[in-house]
Protein backbone atom coordinates (compact mmCIF):
# COMPACT_ATOMS: atom_id res chain seq x y z
CA UNK A 1 0.00 0.00 0.00
CA UNK A 2 1.06 3.09 -1.03
CA UNK A 3 1.11 6.73 0.62
CA UNK A 4 -2.29 7.42 -1.61
CA UNK A 5 -3.73 4.10 -0.35
CA UNK A 6 -2.61 4.94 3.38
CA UNK A 7 -5.04 8.16 3.00
CA UNK A 8 -7.60 6.49 2.06
CA UNK A 9 -7.60 4.41 5.24
CA UNK A 10 -6.38 7.05 7.51
CA UNK A 11 -7.47 10.00 9.01
CA UNK A 12 -3.65 11.65 9.39
CA UNK A 13 -2.60 14.29 7.40
CA UNK A 14 0.48 16.23 6.52
CA UNK A 15 3.46 15.81 9.04
CA UNK A 16 1.22 13.79 11.14
CA UNK A 17 0.83 11.13 8.43
CA UNK A 18 3.85 9.50 9.52
CA UNK A 19 3.96 5.95 7.47
CA UNK A 20 5.16 5.80 3.60
CA UNK A 21 4.05 2.67 3.14
CA UNK A 22 2.50 -0.42 4.56
CA UNK A 23 0.95 -4.43 3.91
CA UNK A 24 -0.93 -6.43 5.73
CA UNK A 25 -0.34 -10.02 5.67
CA UNK A 26 -1.89 -12.89 7.86
CA UNK A 27 -3.35 -10.61 10.56
CA UNK A 28 0.24 -9.05 10.45
CA UNK A 29 0.26 -5.03 9.58
CA UNK A 30 3.51 -4.29 8.47
CA UNK A 31 4.51 -0.73 8.02
CA UNK A 32 7.82 1.73 7.11
CA UNK A 33 8.64 5.06 7.68
CA UNK A 34 12.18 6.42 5.93
CA UNK A 35 13.78 9.54 8.03
CA UNK A 36 14.87 11.78 5.81
CA UNK A 37 16.35 14.37 8.33
CA UNK A 38 13.88 16.92 7.84
CA UNK A 39 10.76 15.86 9.71
CA UNK A 40 9.76 19.14 12.34
CA UNK A 41 10.02 16.30 15.42
CA UNK A 42 14.17 16.10 14.78
CA UNK A 43 14.55 20.06 14.72
CA UNK A 44 15.06 20.57 18.87
CA UNK A 45 15.40 16.46 19.61
CA UNK A 46 18.71 16.87 19.52
CA UNK A 47 20.52 19.78 18.49
CA UNK A 48 23.79 17.68 16.28
CA UNK A 49 22.45 14.56 17.39
CA UNK A 50 19.26 14.05 15.89
CA UNK A 51 17.43 10.87 17.89
CA UNK A 52 13.64 10.26 16.45
CA UNK A 53 11.47 10.78 19.75
CA UNK A 54 9.63 7.63 21.11
CA UNK A 55 6.67 9.08 20.99
CA UNK A 56 6.83 9.58 16.99
CA UNK A 57 7.90 5.92 17.34
CA UNK A 58 4.68 4.77 19.66
CA UNK A 59 3.16 6.69 17.13
CA UNK A 60 4.19 5.40 13.74
CA UNK A 61 3.59 1.63 15.76
CA UNK A 62 -0.21 2.87 15.97
CA UNK A 63 -0.75 4.43 12.31
CA UNK A 64 0.38 0.77 10.75
CA UNK A 65 -1.49 -0.68 12.96
CA UNK A 66 -4.44 1.15 11.85
CA UNK A 67 -4.26 -0.21 8.98
CA UNK A 68 -5.41 -3.80 9.88
CA UNK A 69 -8.59 -1.85 10.28
CA UNK A 70 -8.98 -0.69 6.83
CA UNK A 71 -12.86 -0.83 6.40
CA UNK A 72 -13.81 0.15 9.89
CA UNK A 73 -11.44 3.04 9.82
CA UNK A 74 -13.37 4.20 6.59
CA UNK A 75 -15.94 4.78 8.59
CA UNK A 76 -15.66 8.39 9.27
CA UNK A 77 -13.93 7.38 12.91
CA UNK A 78 -10.73 9.17 14.53
CA UNK A 79 -8.42 6.40 16.35
CA UNK A 80 -7.86 7.84 19.82
CA UNK A 81 -4.98 6.35 21.60
CA UNK A 82 -6.30 4.87 25.61
CA UNK A 83 -3.01 3.66 26.14
CA UNK A 84 0.58 2.37 26.11
CA UNK A 85 2.31 -0.50 28.35
CA UNK A 86 5.91 -2.40 28.88
CA UNK A 87 7.05 0.41 26.11
CA UNK A 88 10.93 -0.16 25.76
CA UNK A 89 13.24 1.39 23.50
CA UNK A 90 15.95 -0.65 22.47
CA UNK A 91 18.16 1.56 19.70
CA UNK A 92 17.54 4.75 18.70
CA UNK A 93 16.01 5.86 14.91
CA UNK A 94 18.07 8.54 13.32
CA UNK A 95 18.31 10.30 9.61
CA UNK A 96 18.98 8.18 7.12
CA UNK A 97 17.15 5.14 8.95
CA UNK A 98 14.14 3.05 7.49
CA UNK A 99 12.25 2.23 10.46
CA UNK A 100 9.94 -0.80 9.87
CA UNK A 101 7.04 -1.96 12.20
CA UNK A 102 5.19 -5.03 13.06
CA UNK A 103 2.08 -4.73 14.50
CA UNK A 104 -1.20 -7.07 15.59
CA UNK A 105 -4.37 -6.40 16.82
CA UNK A 106 -4.28 -8.89 19.83
CA UNK A 107 -8.19 -8.57 20.91
CA UNK A 108 -11.32 -5.73 20.69
CA UNK A 109 -13.97 -5.26 22.49
CA UNK A 110 -16.58 -2.45 21.03
CA UNK A 111 -14.85 0.70 20.09
CA UNK A 112 -11.61 -0.39 21.55
CA UNK A 113 -8.53 -2.49 20.19
CA UNK A 114 -5.96 -3.74 22.05
CA UNK A 115 -2.24 -4.85 20.17
CA UNK A 116 1.59 -5.14 20.42
CA UNK A 117 4.25 -4.10 18.07
CA UNK A 118 7.65 -4.14 17.32
CA UNK A 119 9.75 -1.36 15.60
CA UNK A 120 13.23 -2.45 13.79
CA UNK A 121 15.99 -0.77 11.66
CA UNK A 122 17.99 -3.06 9.28
CA UNK A 123 16.33 -5.82 11.35
CA UNK A 124 17.82 -4.54 14.50
CA UNK A 125 14.61 -4.17 17.15
CA UNK A 126 14.33 -0.52 18.22
CA UNK A 127 11.03 -0.43 20.27
CA UNK A 128 8.56 -2.74 21.67
CA UNK A 129 4.63 -2.13 22.63
CA UNK A 130 1.77 -2.82 23.66
CA UNK A 131 -1.10 -0.32 23.26
CA UNK A 132 -4.77 0.34 23.10
CA UNK A 133 -6.90 2.57 21.06
CA UNK A 134 -10.66 3.50 20.28
CA UNK A 135 -12.16 4.21 16.91
CA UNK A 136 -14.80 7.35 18.00
CA UNK A 137 -16.97 8.74 15.61
Known amino acids: ?51 VPGVILCEILAQSCCVLLGESMQEKVTPYFTGLDKVKFKNPVKPGDTFETECEILKSKGVFYFAKGKGYVNGKLCVTAEFSFALVK
Open 1 to 51: MDIEQIKTILPHRDNMLLIDEAEVENGVARGKKTITGEEWFLKGHFPGNPV
